[in-house]
C-alpha cells in the first residue's frame, strides 16, 4: 500500500462489497436493520450483543464497511459509528483529554468548533489554535496531547501536510486526529498518512443523499479506541438502526457519486474562475490553487466543494436567490447541489459574500449553466 493509501482493490469494487457478511443462501445480501433494544442473553454475558446502547448487528457491519474504506487490508484498525458529525468528534476530544492538557485545533476548521473549544476550557483543557494552510499548526503543538486536523478545511478549502504534522507530532507524543469529512476515505486516507484517528460526519458525502445523520471514529490504537468506545457508552450518542442501515447502502454508490461531483466541481470552478467578480475562489484540484501541490501528495480526489467570495452581501443573497439547480441549503456532499452565504451562521472568519457551493450529481453543464445565468441576473 502507497503513501496515499492506495490499494489493489479498486474504489467502486471496494465500495460496492464494503462490511457485506458472508452470503448465507435465501438471506438478503445486506440483511435489514436490527430493531433491538435487548437480545436473549441467559447465563452469563458473553457475545458480541446484549445492550442496544453498546452495539448493534447493524452498526457491526456499517463499521466495518467504513472501516474497509478507511484503512482496507488492516485487521488492527477499529470503526465506531455515532449519531453524527459531532458526537463523533466530541468522543474523541472529551475521551483523550484531561484537566491540564493542552489541545491544538484549527482557526479555521468547522464552525462548531468554537462551541467545543469554550467547553474544554471550562474542564481545564488549554486550547490552542493556528491556521491550517502553511502547516502552521506546527508552530503551537509544543506539548499538547492531540493535535487536531481539518484538511480541507471548511468552508475555506486550506490544506495542510498530513504526513509532516503526524511526524512531528508522534516525535513528541502527541496524538493526531484528522478530520477527513470533506475528502471522505475515496480521497485520503488519514489513518496511512500517519494519523490515529480519521473521524467524519457521515451525514455529508458519505451517505450523500441529505437524509441521514451520522459520524464515525476510525482509530489504529486499541487502547485509545476503547476510551472513545467508552465515551460513547457513556453519553449513549447512538445511531439509530435505520440511519445505519441507510448509512451503509449509501456506500455502495459512494464512488459513482464522488467521481461525478469530483469532476463537475472542477468544472465549476474553472468557470467560475473566468468570472470578475468572483474573487478568492478555492479548489484543491485547480493546479493554481495555493493547496493544489500539498493535496496532490495526499489525496486521490479533491472533494466536491467549491467556495468563492462574491463583492457584497446583496449581491451573494441575489445569486443564491436566483438559482435554480442549487438549493440554498447547509451541509455539503449531497446528490443535489447546495450553496448558501455561510456567514449568516457567524462563527467563520469570512466575508459577508463568501459562498460555499457543494456541487451535486447534475449534468456538469446544466449546472454550470445555472450558476453561470445566476451571476448574470443577480448583477448589479
Known sequence: ???????????????????LPEPVKHEPTLPGPVFAAHFHLPGEVAG???????????????????????????????????????????????????????????SDGYQALPLVRAQLEAYGVEVRTAPTGGDA????????????????????LDVCDIRRLAVAAHAQGTLVAVDNT???PLGQRPLALGADFAVASGTKQLTGHGDVLLGYVAGRDAEVM??????????????GPMESWLAHRSIATLQLRADR?????LTVAEA??????????RYPGLPDDPAHKVASRQMRRYGC?????????????????????????????????????????????????????????EDPGDLVADILRALDESAD
Open 1 to 19: 500500500m502507497s503513501a496515499t493509501g492506495e490499494d489493489p482493490v479498486g474504489d467502486g469494487t471496494r465500495a460496492v462489497r464494503a462490511g
Open 272 to 281: 467560475l474562475r473566468q468570472r470578475p467578480e468572483v474573487s478568492g475562489l
Open 226 to 239: 476503547a476510551a472513545v468506545r467508552r465515551w460513547r457508552k457513556i453519553v449513549g450518542a447512538i445511531p
Open 261 to 265: 461531483q469530483n469532476a463537475t466541481a
Open 305 to 361: 466543494v467549491v467556495s468563492f467570495t462574491l463583492p457584497t452581501r446583496a449581491r451573494a443573497e441575489r445569486f443564491l436567490a436566483a438559482l435554480r439547480l442549487v438549493e440554498d441549503a447547509t451541509s455539503f456532499g449531497g446528490v443535489r447541489s447546495t450553496a448558501e452565504r455561510r456567514a449568516r451562521w457567524g462563527g467563520d472568519a469570512v466575508p459577508e459574500g463568501f459562498i460555499r457551493m457543494s456541487i451535486g450529481a
Open 182 to 184: 470533506l475528502a471522505t
Open 48 to 106: 458480541p450483543y446484549s445492550y442496544g446502547r453498546d452495539d448493534n448487528p447493524t452498526w457491526t457491519l456499517l463499521e466495518n464497511a467504513i472501516g474497509e474504506l478507511e484503512a482496507p487490508g488492516r485487521a488492527d484498525v477499529e470503526t465506531l459509528v455515532f449519531a453524527s458529525g459531532m458526537a463523533a468528534i466530541s468522543a474523541v476530544l472529551f475521551s483523550q483529554l484531561r484537566a491540564g492538557d493542552a489541545v491544538v485545533l484549527p
Open 137 to 156: 499548526q506546527l508552530e503551537v503543538l509544543q506539548g499538547a496531547r492531540l493535535l487536531w486536523i481539518e484538511s480541507p478545511s471548511n468552508p475555506g
